[in-house]
C-alpha cells in the first residue's frame, strides 16, 4: 500500500489469527507486523487503535507502548476524542487520524481541539461497522468539513473509483479513505470465492441488519440471511449482536471463505469495482484526474 502511493493502515488485530483476551500477545503481534511492513517500505503508515470507551480497556495501554517503541508515525484512532490520549500521543511524536464511529460537527470540533491532526468524515455508505445515524457519504463530509476550523477531512464510505475520489474532493475533502476497494485487491487476503462473488454483487445485493453497535451489511449467505429474518421479525440489536457473533466470524467469512458460517462485510462502493487489481493499479484509478 505504501509503496503504491498510499498509507496502509494495520488492524487492531493485525497478526492475530484466534479470538483471545490476552493483550499483551496481541500487542506482539502488532510488533511483529509493524517490524515487517518496515522490512517491506520506508513509507509512512498507521496503526488502528480503537480503545474500549466507558469500561476496562486492557487492550490499548500495551498497544500504544508498542506503537511508541517502534515509532509508529500514525494512528487511526477510532471512538471519541480523549484529549489526555491524543496529547500523550502527540508527546511521542504520532500522527493522530481521528475517525468516530459516528461522525457529529461536536465530536470533529472536540477532536480538533485535542490536536487531531486528520478528521475521517465516514457515512454510511462503508462497510465495516456502521454509523447509527444513516447519513451517506454526500451528506456527512460537506457537515464535517464545514465544522471544523484548520484541520484537514478525509472522505470514507463507498469509495471505489475516480468518481467517487472526485467527489470526496468536491465536498471540501483533503483525502480518502477506503476499505472496501482494497479488500478487492490482489494483495488483499480476502478468499479468491468471496472476491469473485463481490465483482458480481452490486451494493442493492448487500443486506441490511441492526445490530450492536447500529447496523451491518454483508453480501447474502445462511448467517446473514437469518439475521435479516430476525431484524424483521422485530429482534432487539442485542439478540442480534448475540446472533452475529463477534468479528471472528467476518474472518470465518472473508479469509476462509465460507460465506454461509460467517459474514462479508464490504460497503456500498462494490457497484463500481469490476476486477481485481494491484495496489497500485487502484491508486492510479482513484486518482486519474489528479495527475501531478
Ligand atoms: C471487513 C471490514 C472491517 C473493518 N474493520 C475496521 C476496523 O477494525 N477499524 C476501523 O477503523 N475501520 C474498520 N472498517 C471500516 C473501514 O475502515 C471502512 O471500510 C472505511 O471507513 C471506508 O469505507 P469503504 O469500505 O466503503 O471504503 C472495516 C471495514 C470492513 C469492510
Redesign the pocket.
Known amino acids: 500500500m505504501g509503496n503504491a502511493g498510499g498509507m496502509g493502515v494495520l488492524?487492531?488485530n493485525a497478526g492475530q489469527t484466534v479470538v483471545t483476551r490476552d493483550a499483551e500477545g496481541t500487542a506482539e503481534n502488532m510488533r511483529a507486523e509493524i517490524r515487517k511492513v518496515r522490512e517491506l517500505t520506508d513509507a509512512p503508515f498507521a496503526v488502528?487503535v480503537?480503545p474500549t470507551q466507558g469500561r476496562e480497556d486492557i487492550y490499548t495501554p500495551p498497544m500504544l507502548k508498542v506503537i511508541y517503541e517502534e515509532k509508529v508515525p500514525a494512528v487511526?484512532f477510532?471512538g471519541e476524542p480523549d484529549a489526555a490520549m491524543f496529547a500523550e500521543l502527540k508527546e511521542h511524536g504520532v500522527k493522530i487520524i481521528y475517525?468516530s464511529l459516528n461522525p457529529s460537527p461536536a465530536n470533529a470540533r472536540e477532536a480538533e481541539a485535542a490536536g487531531a491532526d486528520i478528521i475521517?468524515a465516514?457515512g454510511f455508505?462503508?462497510?465495516?461497522?456502521l454509523p447509527d445515524m444513516t447519513l451517506g457519504t454526500f451528506s456527512i463530509v460537506p457537515l464535517i468539513v464545514d465544522a471544523v476550523d484548520h484541520t484537514p477531512v478525509m472522505a470514507?464510505?463507498?469509495?471505489?473509483d475516480h468518481r467517487a475520489y472526485d467527489a470526496a474532493f468536491a465536498l471540501g475533502a483533503e483525502g480518502v479513505?477506503?476499505?472496501?476497494?482494497f479488500?478487492m485487491s490482489e494483495e488483499s487476503r480476502m478468499a479468491a470465492n468471496v472476491k469473485e462473488a463481490v465483482l458480481k454483487a452490486n451494493a442493492k445485493d448487500l443486506l441490511l441488519f441492526r445490530t450492536i453497535p447500529a447496523y451491518y451489511r454483508s453480501l447474502p449467505g445462511e448467517q446473514a440471511n437469518e439475521l435479516v429474518a430476525m431484524d424483521k421479525a422485530g429482534a432487539a440489536n442485542e439478540e442480534l449482536g448475540r446472533k452475529m457473533g463477534g468479528f471472528a466470524n467476518?474472518r470465518i467469512g472473508?479469509i476462509e471463505g465460507d460465506m454461509d458460517k460467517g459474514y462479508v462485510?464490504?460497503?456500498?462502493?462494490i457497484s463500481h469495482i469490476h476486477e481485481v487489481k494491484s495496489c497500485a493499479e487502484i491508486i492510479a484509478e482513484l486518482t486519474k484526474n489528479y495527475k501531478a
Open positions: 488492524g487492531p488502528n480503537p487511526v477510532v475517525r475521517v465516514t455508505d462503508e462497510g465495516g461497522t470514507a464510505g463507498g469509495i471505489a479513505y477506503c476499505g472496501t476497494a479488500l467476518l472473508m462485510s464490504v460497503g456500498n462502493g
